[in-house]
Structure formats: structure tokens, C-alpha cells
């Protein structure tokens, strides 16, 4: 059952920003990291039904279920997000349980115009057997054959995740937080070991379309860090694309927005430690 | 018209301190056959065109030009014009100048030629042995001549299906010159248009908005190869055109209807189509009946346009109107874009639109087999209140998917051209293959005509015509050097055409979604 169906905050038809061309993104619940800087901070956790949302609904569209669970009617929702923003969990009583059939059935739609699907979230590779079995479903069917299958991951997956998803994954973005364990510590509440891990081992069985650098002024900014982080980059692949994404105050919790936006000028610093240590494909945002 | 209406008009034209000389010329030639009494039309044809039902495009009382001209440029080259005193072009150069001596001697409602030829094709005879450093400097030049000498935003050339150098030369010099003309078609063809040429045209509408994409072999279909899409989204015979524009204001028909869907579609419908018929008819038997414009023009003469390629465009707009009140006489919600059962209704209309347009025959249409060419009409600069063609109204557009998949099925059914613009965030900037997947999965979903504007580009698609957002500051006192950006100025004071919903194909802050 676990296989075929998966917990799903949402999905978007068309995205020009998950992968190559147009493409098709599902995004799972639950995430293994806790970043100070993450952007969807009601994808982190599952939700446990405390209800605290229920009430804050404008447009009475959650309730209790006879099992007791938050229960969400979709028909009357108006979109504020109020119950988002009523967590204190860190969940969104949005996310449903839907079966790979239900997201093939939709991905039909847009497939005419699509590259690919990306599976992002959350962390995709928290449902591994759900992914896979997605992927397998769309690899199988012969009007979606000619999408390419992306994840999109914070890399902290064991080794044993990739290589069963590996005979129906085209590729990963992988998000690279930092280089230095404490500092990544200190920005996800978890070691690196497993995204170093993921980054060299997708690389190795040539499935690494992009490693992507969010950078944070005064956090992971530091210049030696990122010229070592550039070099240990370029030695496993000089020609690999790296995304410099700037942190963006939209969308995290209040409590982090106090850290700072880095200026064009940074940005542009940022840039030239990795255009001069590598022959990367660099795209800067 | 009174004599003392006629002098208080002529006096506010030539006062006019915005007006360049030019366009003061050109208002005054167009109130000056307003002399001339309208051609016979019956007194409900007379009634309907007074309460603006239907409209005709206030292309005046007498036509002596057929409204679109698509002259045969590959056969003026080939063969030289003897009305021109001018001999077949030897080199780039001759071809280019030859070019820009017949644009001033091809006539349109707007004075200015709506269409400049498919150029990519008109030169290939002539750049075999010019470098593209070469090909770059001569098309520079002349892209500036067009642009300063027919200030126009309905002035339009169409490239493709296939890559040329030219081709790729014209999207160049349109990034780095970023010109409000020409306007540029595309063709494109899925199984000839490298993805490579549709990714150079989508980063060229990054940077100017331009080209407009059609569908090729949809095209083909309907008109033979030798075709053109010209002004704004008319896609139109070459060698021919259209001799008029008529259009029924579809919101108005349904204002003028008591009862339900069906006797809409039985009663109302036929008998404002029959009214628009007459309305073109009378025109089209003015310009060729009495003023013989066949008979009398050069390019007919010398066999660049031939009345057999001509037929007449029938076009419509007001459909999301007339759809959300139909469906809102039976007691229903639903709105055009947004619910089923009002899409359904609104290809009902559609499908009805073009089978009495196809019994309806017309005087002088060989070019359209004796018929109209069915069209969904973008809009004028006084419309208020009604949303231009088929299209969903702005800013109540639903996310690109949705859109695109209400649209499309109308497609087929509007030979001379259908638009629905598609605004896209910034995002696709950085990934175009996103925008070319997207323009072949609407090809192959049907889709005729594919225009997109990017949310930040200094240029604004109003109907189909662009104009640059600068040039709109203060054009009530300052003034503008394009003639098309009086229109859009009225355009977007009555539209707000600049605020359409985008479209966002990208989205990582999953909170700002409501931006659909």
C-alpha cells in the first residue's frame, strides 16, 4: 500500500524552475532537515492532528474526521493559507495520501507540454518506495515515456535509496547547504556526511544534473569556505552545473528573518570563487 | 456627416499638438470619405452598426484599399516592377532597397503595409556570398529604415518554418536593437523547426516580445503554403488578402436575447450573423464594384495580388461575455475559463460561429471559396467593458494549463487567426527549453496562433501589437513617432491590458501561490 500511494502537500503542472524545461512537480510531506532558512517551512512535518487550524479556518473547510484525524474539504477551501500559518508544527492539513494512479491520471494533462516530472518537497527521498514507484509508472506508460524523471533532495539519503531508485531516476538536484559540518549543522540540525555522500556517489553513476548552493551572508558565506567548497566541487566534476541561489526572506518563518539578503555586489563574489576554480556551469539567482 | 461637424473635427486634427504631421495627413484622409455616403446596407444592418453590435472597424464610408494586402514580394523580386521602374535586384543590396521602395506603394487601411514579405525567403536568393558580420550590418540598417520610416506596430514579417541564416541573422538584429517594429511571425512546424530556432525565438521575446508563433501545418491546412500571418494574428493568402473587417460584439447579441441557449443558437445568433454578412458584403462590393480597386491597381497589374486570393474576414469578439451571461440567464455560476459546462458552451457558440459563416456566401471571396475567413477578433482601443476575441478576460486567467487547454479547441475553427496571449514569470529567463515545450505541446494540441510576453518586459502586447511601455508616458501632450501607440494608449486606459494574470510556470515559495 505504502508503495503505491504517497503523502502529497501539492503539485504544479507547469515549473520552470524544478530541472530542464517545463516540468511537472509533486511535492512530498515531511522533511529529515530543519533549515533555518527553509522556504516552505509547513512541508517540514507530518501533521498530528492537534487541530489548532481547524479554528482558524476562514471559510469553515477543516474539521475532525470520526477517527479523529484534521479532515479537509478542498470544494470550500478559499486558499488563504490561514491554517498554515496557525501551525505550530511546522504541517499543512493540506497534504493528502493520494495513489500513483491518481498523480499518473494528472500528469497525463500536462504531459504534451512537459520535459519531465521532478519529485521535490519536503524531501523526496523520505518515500522512496513511493518515488519509485511513481517513476516506474510513468516510464511504463507510453504517453508519458518521453518525460525524464528528476529528484529534487537535500542529499540526506542513504546510498541504498539512490541505487534502488536508479533503474527509473534520469538525474538529482541536490541542495548543498555547506561544506563544513558544524556550520551545516548549525543551518539544517544535521550532519553532511550523507549529502557529501550523495552528491559524489550520483556523480560517480553519472545521475547529478545540478548541485545547488543557497547562500546566506554571515551564515555560509565565509570566502575560504566557499573557494574550498568550489575546489571540492571541481575535483569531482569541473564541468558541473552549480546553481548560487541568494537566500530570499519570502516564505521563511518569522524567525529567520532577521538573517540578510546578500546584495548583488556579494553575489557577484560569490560567483567569481567558483568561476575561477572550476570550468562549472554556473547559474546565479 | 453636418458640414460643422466635419470642420470642428478637421480644426481638432490639424490643431492637435501631440499629432505629427503624418498622422494629421492621415486623419484628415479618413474623415474626408466620411463625405461619402455608406455603402447600402438594410436598416437592421444600419440599426446593429449604430449600437456597435457589429462593427466596422471604422475603416471608413468608402474603401479604395482592400484592408490587408499581401503582396507576392518573392515574385516583385523575380521579376522587377515595371510601375516601380525598377529591374529584378542583383545583390543584397539592390534586393533591400527594392524592398523599401515597394513598401511605400503598398496599400492598407493603415497606410503603412501590414505585411513586409517572408524574408528569410524573399532574400535567400541573395546572401549566399555575405558573411554574417555582413548579413548582420545590411539587415541592421534596414531594420532601422523600417522601423523609422513605417512607425507602425501592425507593419509585420513572417520567418521560418525552416532555419536560415537569415532567420537567425533577424533575431540577432532584433535582440540588439529592440524595436517596436517590425512585428515578426514565426512559423513554426514540428517536424522542420529545430528546437534550436525555437529557443533563439524565445530568447529573442525575452528581450523584445516578438515573434508571435503559428501553427504551420495548421496553416497550410487551411490556406496552402503560401500564406502570412500580418497586422495582429491575421493569417492571410499571400498574392491576396482581405478586403475588410467586420466583427460582431458577441456580449451585445446576447444582451439582445430573451430565452435560453438554444434559441440563442437558433434565432439570435444567425440573425446577427446575417446582419455582420451584410455589413461586409456592402463594403466588399464598394471597394471592388465602385471603387475597382482590381481594376485599377498596380499590383494587380503586374500579378503581386490577384482578387482570387482575397476574401473578407468575419470577426468576433466578446465570447467570455456572452458565455458567463447565457450561463448566468439559466441560473448558473459558471464562468468561461473556469467551469466546465461554460467551456462547453462557449465551443457550442464557436462551432456554430463557423458553420454559419461557412453557409453564408460572399461576393469576391475566391480565396476563402466564396466564404468569409472566420476570425477571433483582439480587440480596438475603444472596446470597454469586453473582453477582445475568444480570449479569457484579463486577469481572470486560470494557471497556463488550464488555459491553454479552454483555448485550444476554439483553434481550428478561426482560419484568419485567433490569439490568447500567455504572460510568463521572469524565472523562464533562465530556462527557455521551459517556454519551447510548452509552445510544441500547444501546437500539438491544437493550438493556431502562440503568443507570450514576459511579466517584466519593457514591451506590451496590447491586441497583438506592441508598444513600448516608455512610449506611452505622456503621449497626450508629447506626442509618439509610432502611429499604433495612439491606439494602445487608448487601449490601456480602458484595458489595464499590462495587469493580465500571469502566468507563473515556476514557483519554489510554495506560499505565494495565490500569484496565479
Same mark, same amino acid.
Given at each position: 500500500?505504502?508503495?503505491?500511494?504517497?503523502?502529497? =502537500?501539492?503539485?504544479?503542472?507547469?515549473?520552470?524552475?524544478?530541472?530542464?524545461?517545463?516540468?511537472?512537480?509533486?511535492?512530498?510531506?515531511?522533511?529529515?532537515?530543519?533549515? +533555518?532558512?527553509?522556504?516552505?517551512?509547513?512541508?517540514?512535518?507530518?501533521?498530528?492532528?492537534?487541530?489548532?487550524?481547524?479554528?482558524?479556518?476562514?471559510?469553515?473547510?477543516?474539521?475532525?474526521?470520526?477517527? %479523529?484525524?484534521?479532515?479537509?474539504?478542498? +470544494?470550500?477551501?478559499?486558499? +488563504?493559507?490561514?491554517?498554515?500559518?496557525?501551525?505550530?508544527?511546522?504541517?499543512?492539513?493540506?497534504?493528502?495520501?493520494?495513489?500513483?494512479?491518481?498523480?499518473?491520471?494528472?500528469?497525463?494533462?500536462?504531459?504534451?507540454?512537459?520535459?519531465?516530472?521532478?519529485?521535490?518537497?519536503?524531501?523526496?527521498?523520505?518515500?522512496?518506495?513511493?518515488?519509485?514507484?511513481?517513476? %516506474? &509508472?510513468?516510464?511504463?506508460?507510453?504517453?508519458?515515456?518521453?518525460? +525524464?524523471?528528476?529528484?529534487?533532495?537535500?542529499? &540526506?539519503?542513504?546510498?541504498?535509496?539512490?541505487?534502488?531508485?536508479?533503474?527509473?531516476?534520469? &538525474?538529482?538536484?541536490?541542495?548543498?547547504?555547506?561544506?563544513?559540518?558544524?556550520?551545516?549543522?548549525?543551518?539544517?540540525?544535521?550532519?553532511?556526511?550523507?549529502?557529501?555522500?550523495?552528491?559524489?556517489?550520483?556523480?560517480?553513476?553519472?545521475?547529478?544534473?545540478?548541485?545547488?548552493?543557497?547562500?546566506?551572508?554571515?551564515?555560509?558565506?565565509?570566502?575560504?569556505?566557499?573557494?574550498?567548497?568550489?575546489?571540492?566541487?571541481?575535483?569531482?566534476?569541473?564541468?558541473?552545473?552549480?546553481?548560487?541561489?541568494?537566500?530570499?526572506?519570502?516564505?521563511?518563518?518569522? =524567525?529567520?528573518?532577521?538573517?540578510?539578503?546578500? =546584495?548583488?555586489?556579494?553575489?557577484?563574489?560569490?560567483?567569481?570563487?567558483?568561476?575561477?576554480? %572550476?570550468?562549472?556551469?554556473?547559474?546565479?539567482? | 456627416?453636418?458640414?460643422?461637424?466635419?470642420?470642428?473635427?478637421?480644426?481638432?486634427?490639424?490643431?492637435?499638438?501631440?499629432?505629427?504631421?503624418?498622422?494629421?495627413?492621415?486623419?484628415?484622409?479618413?474623415?474626408?470619405?466620411?463625405?461619402?455616403?455608406?455603402?447600402?446596407?438594410?436598416?437592421?444592418?444600419?440599426?446593429?452598426?449604430?449600437?456597435?453590435?457589429?462593427?466596422?472597424?471604422?475603416?471608413?464610408?468608402?474603401?479604395?484599399?482592400?484592408?490587408?494586402?499581401?503582396?507576392?514580394?518573392?515574385?516583385?523580386?523575380?521579376?522587377?516592377?515595371?510601375?516601380?521602374?525598377?529591374?529584378?535586384?542583383?545583390?543584397?543590396?539592390?534586393?533591400?532597397? $527594392?524592398?523599401?521602395?515597394?513598401?511605400?506603394?503598398?496599400?492598407?487601411?493603415?497606410?503603412?503595409?501590414?505585411?513586409?514579405?517572408?524574408?528569410?525567403?524573399?532574400?535567400?536568393?541573395?546572401?549566399?556570398?555575405?558573411?554574417? @558580420?555582413?548579413?548582420?550590418?545590411?539587415?541592421?540598417?534596414?531594420?532601422?529604415?523600417?522601423?523609422?520610416?513605417?512607425?507602425?506596430?501592425?507593419?509585420?514579417?513572417?520567418?521560418?518554418?525552416?532555419?536560415?541564416?537569415?532567420?537567425?541573422?533577424?533575431?540577432?538584429? @532584433?535582440?540588439?536593437?529592440?524595436?517596436?517594429?517590425?512585428?515578426?511571425?514565426?512559423?513554426?512546424?514540428?517536424?522542420?523547426?529545430?528546437?534550436?530556432?525555437?529557443?533563439?525565438?524565445?530568447?529573442?521575446?525575452?528581450?523584445?516580445?516578438?515573434?508571435?508563433?503559428?501553427?504551420?501545418?495548421?496553416?497550410?491546412?487551411?490556406?496552402?503554403?503560401?500564406?502570412?500571418?500580418?497586422?495582429?494574428?491575421?493569417?492571410?493568402?499571400?498574392?491576396?488578402?482581405?478586403?475588410?473587417?467586420?466583427?460582431?460584439?458577441?456580449? /451585445?447579441?446576447?444582451?439582445?436575447?430573451?430565452?435560453?441557449?438554444?434559441?440563442?443558437?437558433?434565432?439570435?445568433?444567425?440573425?446577427?450573423? @446575417?446582419?455582420?454578412?451584410?455589413?461586409?458584403?456592402?463594403?466588399?462590393?464598394?471597394?471592388? @464594384?465602385?471603387?475597382?480597386?482590381?481594376?485599377?491597381?498596380?499590383?494587380?497589374? /503586374?500579378?503581386?495580388?490577384?482578387?482570387?486570393?482575397?476574401?473578407?474576414?468575419?470577426?468576433? $469578439?466578446?465570447?467570455?461575455?456572452?458565455?458567463?451571461?447565457?450561463?448566468?440567464?439559466?441560473?448558473?455560476?459558471?464562468?468561461?475559463?473556469?467551469?466546465?459546462?461554460?467551456?462547453?458552451?462557449?465551443?457550442?457558440?464557436?462551432?456554430?460561429?463557423?458553420?454559419?459563416?461557412?453557409?453564408?456566401?460572399?461576393?469576391?471571396?475566391?480565396?476563402?471559396?466564396?466564404?468569409?475567413?472566420?476570425?477571433?477578433?483582439?480587440?480596438?482601443?475603444?472596446?470597454?467593458?469586453?473582453?477582445?476575441?475568444?480570449?479569457?478576460?484579463?486577469?481572470?486567467?486560470?494557471?497556463?494549463?488550464?488555459?491553454?487547454?479552454?483555448?485550444?479547441?476554439?483553434?481550428?475553427?478561426?482560419?484568419?487567426?485567433?490569439?490568447?496571449?500567455?504572460?510568463?514569470?521572469?524565472?523562464?529567463?533562465?530556462?527557455?527549453?521551459?517556454?519551447?515545450?510548452?509552445?510544441?505541446?500547444?501546437?500539438?494540441?491544437?493550438?493556431?496562433? $502562440?503568443?507570450?510576453?514576459?511579466?517584466?518586459?519593457?514591451?506590451?502586447?496590447?491586441?497583438?501589437?506592441?508598444?513600448?511601455?516608455?512610449?506611452?508616458?505622456?503621449?497626450?501632450?508629447?506626442?509618439?513617432?509610432?502611429?499604433?501607440?495612439?491606439?494602445?494608449?487608448?487601449? /490601456?486606459?480602458? $484595458?489595464?491590458?499590462?495587469?493580465?494574470?500571469?502566468?507563473?510556470?515556476?514557483?519554489?515559495?510554495?506560499?505565494?501561490?495565490?500569484?496565479?
Amino acid at each position: 500500500m505504502n508503495a503505491t500511494s504517497g503523502l502529497i =502537500t501539492d503539485t504544479i503542472a507547469f515549473s520552470n524552475v524544478d530541472g530542464p524545461g517545463n516540468r511537472f512537480v509533486v511535492f512530498l510531506q515531511g522533511c529529515n532537515f530543519d533549515c +533555518t532558512v527553509c522556504h516552505n517551512p509547513h512541508t517540514i512535518n507530518v501533521c498530528d492532528d492537534c487541530g489548532d487550524c481547524v479554528a482558524a479556518c476562514p471559510s469553515g473547510s477543516l474539521g475532525f474526521s470520526l477517527m %479523529g484525524g484534521v479532515e479537509w474539504n478542498r +470544494t470550500s477551501c478559499q486558499g +488563504t493559507d490561514a491554517c498554515v500559518a496557525a501551525c505550530h508544527w511546522d504541517a499543512t492539513p493540506k497534504a493528502l495520501r493520494r495513489p500513483v494512479w491518481d498523480l499518473v491520471h494528472e500528469i497525463r494533462r500536462a504531459a504534451p507540454f512537459l520535459s519531465g516530472i521532478t519529485v521535490s518537497g519536503g524531501e523526496a527521498t523520505q518515500q522512496p518506495d513511493f518515488v519509485r514507484a511513481l517513476f %516506474g &509508472a510513468v516510464k511504463g506508460d507510453p504517453a508519458l515515456a518521453h518525460l +525524464t524523471c528528476f529528484v529534487d533532495s537535500n542529499g &540526506a539519503a542513504d546510498r541504498s535509496i539512490w541505487s534502488s531508485l536508479l533503474p527509473v531516476m534520469d &538525474a538529482a538536484m541536490i541542495d548543498l547547504k555547506c561544506l563544513d559540518p558544524e556550520i551545516h549543522r548549525s543551518m539544517t540540525g544535521q550532519p553532511n556526511d550523507q549529502v557529501l555522500e550523495s552528491i559524489l556517489y550520483l556523480a560517480a553513476v553519472d545521475r547529478l544534473y545540478e548541485v545547488r548552493l543557497l547562500i546566506v551572508p554571515g551564515v555560509n558565506d565565509d570566502p575560504v569556505l566557499l573557494a574550498r567548497t568550489a575546489r571540492w566541487l571541481a575535483d569531482m566534476d569541473p564541468t558541473l552545473r552549480i546553481k548560487l541561489i541568494g537566500f530570499r526572506k519570502r516564505g521563511v518563518r518569522p =524567525t529567520s528573518r532577521l538573517l540578510v539578503e546578500p =546584495t548583488p555586489e556579494q553575489m557577484r563574489a560569490y560567483e567569481d570563487i567558483f568561476a575561477t576554480r %572550476g570550468l562549472f556551469a554556473l547559474c546565479v539567482i | 456627416m453636418e458640414m460643422a461637424e466635419m470642420q470642428s473635427r478637421a480644426t481638432a486634427v490639424v490643431r492637435d499638438g501631440a499629432l505629427g504631421y503624418d498622422q494629421k495627413l492621415r486623419r484628415l484622409a479618413t474623415l474626408a470619405t466620411e463625405a461619402i455616403e455608406y455603402p447600402a446596407i438594410s436598416s437592421a444592418c444600419r440599426e446593429a452598426l449604430d449600437k456597435r453590435v457589429i462593427c466596422d472597424m471604422y475603416e471608413g464610408t468608402a474603401p479604395y484599399t482592400p484592408r490587408y494586402v499581401l503582396p507576392d514580394y518573392e515574385r516583385a523580386i523575380a521579376q522587377g516592377s515595371a510601375h516601380l521602374e525598377l529591374d529584378p535586384p542583383g545583390d543584397l543590396d539592390d534586393a533591400l532597397s $527594392f524592398l523599401q521602395i515597394m513598401y511605400a506603394h503598398v496599400p492598407s487601411v493603415t497606410t503603412y503595409p501590414v505585411y513586409l514579405g517572408d524574408l528569410d525567403k524573399v532574400l535567400a536568393p541573395f546572401v549566399d556570398d555575405a558573411s554574417d @558580420e555582413q548579413l548582420d550590418r545590411s539587415l541592421r540598417r534596414f531594420w532601422i529604415a523600417l522601423d523609422r520610416m513605417l512607425p507602425d506596430a501592425f507593419v509585420h514579417t513572417d520567418l521560418g518554418p525552416a532555419d536560415s541564416r537569415i532567420t537567425r541573422s533577424i533575431l540577432r538584429v @532584433e535582440r540588439s536593437l529592440r524595436q517596436v517594429v517590425p512585428n515578426i511571425t514565426l512559423k513554426v512546424d514540428p517536424s522542420i523547426t529545430p528546437d534550436d530556432l525555437l529557443l533563439d525565438a524565445v530568447n529573442t521575446v525575452f528581450e523584445t516580445a516578438k515573434p508571435h508563433f503559428v501553427n504551420h501545418p495548421m496553416m497550410v491546412g487551411d490556406h496552402g503554403e503560401r500564406y502570412a500571418a500580418v497586422s495582429c494574428y491575421n493569417s492571410l493568402k499571400i498574392g491576396g488578402g482581405a478586403h475588410t473587417l467586420v466583427r460582431l460584439n458577441l456580449k /451585445e447579441t446576447v444582451l439582445r436575447h430573451t430565452g435560453g441557449i438554444d434559441t440563442f443558437l437558433a434565432e439570435t445568433l444567425p440573425t446577427y450573423v @446575417e446582419l455582420t454578412a451584410q455589413l461586409a458584403e456592402a463594403r466588399i462590393r464598394s471597394l471592388v @464594384e465602385q471603387q475597382r480597386f482590381f481594376e485599377t491597381h498596380w499590383l494587380v497589374r /503586374e500579378g503581386l495580388v490577384s482578387m482570387d486570393r482575397f476574401s473578407a474576414m468575419f470577426g468576433v $469578439f466578446g465570447l467570455a461575455e456572452a458565455v458567463n451571461l447565457l450561463v448566468a440567464y439559466q441560473g448558473g455560476s459558471g464562468r468561461y475559463g473556469h467551469d466546465a459546462d461554460a467551456d462547453a458552451l462557449s465551443y457550442r457558440i464557436t462551432e456554430r460561429l463557423a458553420d454559419l459563416v461557412e453557409d453564408r456566401p460572399m461576393p469576391y471571396c475566391e480565396g476563402g471559396a466564396g466564404r468569409c475567413y472566420l476570425h477571433s477578433q483582439s480587440g480596438i482601443d475603444l472596446d470597454t467593458d469586453v473582453t477582445a476575441g475568444t480570449r479569457i478576460p484579463v486577469g481572470d486567467e486560470p494557471p497556463m494549463l488550464e488555459h491553454i487547454t479552454t483555448c485550444a479547441p476554439h483553434h481550428r475553427l478561426f482560419p484568419s487567426g485567433i490569439s490568447d496571449i500567455f504572460h510568463v514569470d521572469e524565472t523562464a529567463v533562465r530556462n527557455p527549453r521551459a517556454v519551447v515545450d510548452i509552445i510544441r505541446g500547444a501546437f500539438a494540441g491544437g493550438m493556431r496562433d $502562440f503568443t507570450f510576453n514576459l511579466d517584466s518586459n519593457e514591451f506590451i502586447r496590447i491586441t497583438g501589437y506592441l508598444v513600448r511601455k516608455c512610449d506611452l508616458v505622456d503621449i497626450d501632450t508629447r506626442g509618439a513617432r509610432h502611429s499604433s501607440d495612439y491606439l494602445a494608449a487608448g487601449s /490601456e486606459a480602458s $484595458f489595464h491590458l499590462s495587469q493580465r494574470a500571469p502566468k507563473r510556470i515556476g514557483c519554489h515559495e510554495r506560499d505565494q501561490r495565490t500569484d496565479y
